[in-house]
């Protein structure tokens, strides 16, 4: 077992890494080996001009096959907010060891409160110069437990934030009016539209990677789109979300804005794109879709996505009851049992790769790590601590 484990850590240490949503609540929180890896960063490769079976979820390399151990779920307060922590890997999240390498920032590093690179921060690699620069990032929802049902035409972002990734710790703002999910739970997903940046950074030409159709580009505008199984706490909420529109480019006029409900924005891959651009922003960059008002999207909580139909019997307060609330058309054909939602049914078929054994491995590893970690991490903190920190000079050679 530890063997596997180490040979998982040093893995990682070669792999490119970038910045994704942490929560005990994530699909692949212990990686896509099969075993436990407090290390792992699997979640983390950005999507770019992958086919759509691959980007989905982050399908690519299996994420949607190692659903997140019984019973954890984001939780997601209706008229409150959650936190989540952006790292670049697990072993930098309270998730791991204590959180004793996490720091303020998303790599365990230290930088100053108004950090800022005019050629772009590569470390963590953030895709802007600054905090007012960023892209911002987004929670979606859609109102079913089986990961399979979930599509671009019923997975609704409901929050915002502007300004993100920047720090680890980040909270998002959850409508008053979010309805209970069904048993079973809901899936939820974290995106983020990394900018197209059009100035020119060194670092480029470190980079294994051509950037010949992104002239004096410091990275490469891809996207991320993580899975996540969650659930409406204090739900009250009366009306279903309703089907989303793929949202549009409107900064010029913001009367063109989509408003209502909105799709992720899906972009720069092979296929399932819902967004083009083409030319410059207000602020004379080329243009890059984002989580904010060029798009359309307020910051914080998406308080007008409600535009389903009624549900009848609402006034649950967790997933318990949330079954009674079948009567929606989003909710309908969603049921499964809350008592076995690591099943293997949640595996998409197409990434054979990865076999019903590993999942039901990973699920299994995934629940003793949660009673045993504690005397583990204060084992294994010196050796790992010197695996980070190898992982942090190598990461700030890769930038995407
Ligand atoms: C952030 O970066 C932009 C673009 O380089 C720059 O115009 C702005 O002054 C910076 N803001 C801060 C607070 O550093």
């Known amino acids: 077992m530890f063997s596997r484990l180490l040979l998982a850590s040093l893995s990682a240490t070669v792999a490119h890494a970038h910045l994704a949503a942490w929560h005990k609540g994530m699909y692949a929180l212990n990686g896509v080996s099969g075993s436990v890896d407090y290390n792992s960063d699997d979640v983390v490769t950005p999507l770019w001009q992958l086919p759509k079976d691959q980007w989905w979820f982050h399908a690519v390399n299996n994420v949607p096959n190692f659903p997140p151990a019984d019973g954890d779920y984001l939780e ?60 911002g990032t987004a929670f979606a929802i859609s109102y079913n437990s089986d990961i399979t049902k979930v599509t671009p035409d019923n997975l609704v972002v409901f929050s915002v934030r502007y300004h993100t990734p920047w720090l680890r710790v980040t909270s998002y703002d959850v409508p008053a009016d979010m309805p209970a999910c069904p048993e079973g739970g809901c899936i939820c997903s974290w995106g983020w539209v990394r900018r197209f940046l059009t100035f020119h950074s060194s670092v480029l030409t470190s980079s294994p990677l051509s950037f010949s159709k992104i002239p004096n580009g410091c990275g490469e505008p891809n996207m991320y789109h993580l899975p996540y199984r969650c659930m409406v706490t204090g739900a009250t909420g009366t009306k279903a979300v309703g089907t989303p529109k793929p949202p549009v480019w409107c900064e010029d006029d913001p009367s063109s804005c989509v408003t209502g409900p909105k799709q992720m924005l899906y972009w720069n891959q092979l296929d399932g794109n819902n967004i083009e651009v083409s030319g410059y922003d207000l602020a004379g960059e080329a243009r890059s879709p984002a ?100 992982m942090h000079r190598r990461r700030s050679a890769h930038v995407y």
């Open 76 to 135: 997601l307060p209706a008229g409150k907010s959650f936190t989540v922590e952006i790292a670049s890997n697990r072993g930098e999240t309270t998730l791991s060891f204590d959180g004793q390498f996490a720091s303020d920032w998303p790599d365990g590093q230290t930088y100053p409160a108004d950090y800022n690179v005019p050629t772009c921060i590569t470390s963590p690699n953030m895709h802007t110069q600054n905090q007012s620069q960023a892209a």
């Open 291 to 390: 989580y904010n008002s060029k798009c359309g999207f307020d910051d914080g909580a998406q308080n007008d996505i409600f535009t389903g139909p009624s549900i009848s019997n609402s006034g649950s307060s967790g997933s318990s009851s949330s079954g009674s609330s079948s009567g929606s058309s989003s909710t309908k054909t969603t049921t499964v049992p809350s008592s076995s939602p690591t099943t293997t049914n949640a595996a998409p078929k197409e990434t054979a790769t990865s076999s019903s054994t590993a999942n039901s491995a990973s699920a299994s590893a995934s629940a003793s790590a949660t009673s045993q970690c504690k005397p583990r991490k204060v084992r294994r903190a010196e050796a790992r601590k010197k695996r980070a920190t190898t």
